[in-house]
């Protein structure tokens, strides 16, 4: 198992087993400019996915991020995330990676200085993400890993997810409220069964023991490829793909890979029934993620 990481966004540019091809969509930013505005391989945050106008409140006072969906939301907190920062690299070694960024407070509109630290640990058969962060003052931390998964052809996956719940979305992807049962739905993974195009939602995984890595999905491929998601995250956010855009010299197009993006519930910073992502002093946040490769037997 082999895997390279750029500074540029803390970003797994690359993720092979066993001789093949990458597993992760890749491209050379430098030939494809636009390449990141993708999100591919990102860390992303410090709050993953929409929050709906960009607004949000933190002990009754009003917080402001840049809007960069449309000027309506905040996606990934804006155009200046974690995604587009040079993390400093402050260990590695053949198996390991340790990065981290420091936010001042105010920084992307969000109060606290936080320090964030991702590792990324290779073993024979598993990439193990584990992401910290603490703050000098409660603030919303809900940080995820946005990589393109294809094992082979993307035509080919089938996808299962633990979960019997999901979060509907609105016209701007903005969950309702709702939390709907998956039972009678396109939303039914809980057997594996093909992607529905339209997806782009987060399901309420179920939970084993908190902050214990729990089975959250099994992504089927080509050539009985398998890959296994872990994660101590409440949520997954899968998105098929759809609105990709097609990237001469790259294999970027509508569907040529599906994101799995462990982390919490969108727009929760707004959801006070959602699970919580405030990160205090006393509370700091982690996530570990871990992606298990084999083939079928």
């Known amino acids: 198992m082999t ?6 966004g803390a970003r797994l540019e690359t993720f092979s087993y066993t001789g093949d091809a990458s597993l992760v969509l890749r491209a050379d930013p430098d030939q494809v400019p636009t390449w990141r505005a993708i ?3 990102a860390i992303v945050g410090p709050i993953a996915n929409r929050v709906k106008s960009g607004m949000l409140s933190v ?4 917080y402001q991020m840049a809007r960069n969906e449309n000027g309506v939301t905040a996606l990934h ?3 200046n995330g974690l995604d587009q920062r040079i993390w400093d690299v402050k260990h590695s070694e053949a198996d390991f990676v340790h990065l981290q960024m420091v936010l001042q407070d105010g920084d992307m509109g969000l109060l606290g200085l936080r320090v964030i630290d991702v590792r990324y640990t290779l073993s024979d058969t598993t990439l193990t993400l584990d992401i910290r962060a603490e ?4 603030t919303p931390i809900n940080i995820a890993h946005h990589p393109y998964w294809r094992l082979g052809d993307a035509a080919a996956h089938r996808l299962q997810i ?8 609105d016209a701007q992807l903005i969950p309702t409220g709702e939390i709907a049962k998956v039972a009678g739905t396109a939303f039914d993974h809980r057997d ?5 195009p339209g997806l782009d939602h987060n399901f309420c995984i179920r939970t084993t023991k908190p902050g214990a890595p729990a089975p959250m999905a099994t992504l089927y491929g080509a050539d009985g490829l398998i890959l296994q998601i872990d994660s101590t995250e409440p949520g997954l956010q899968v998105y098929s793909g759809a609105r990709m855009p ?16 462990p982390q919490g519930w969108p727009d929760a910073v707004n959801r006070p029934d959602f699970p919580s992502i405030i990160c205090t002093p006393n509370q700091p946040y982690r996530q570990i993620t871990r992606y298990r490769m084999h083939r079928a037997t």
């Open 77 to 79: 907190s804006g155009p």
């Open 246 to 261: 097609t990237l001469p010299g790259t294999d970027a197009k509508p569907f040529a890979g599906i994101a799995l993006e």
């Open 162 to 169: 633990n979960a019997d719940h999901y979060l509907p979305v």
């Open 59 to 62: 002990d009754g006072r009003a």
């Open 192 to 196: 594996a069964k093909p992607l529905d």
């Open 135 to 138: 703050t000098d003052a409660p």
């Open 39 to 41: 999100y591919p391989g």
């Open 3 to 8: 895997a390279t990481i750029s500074p540029h």
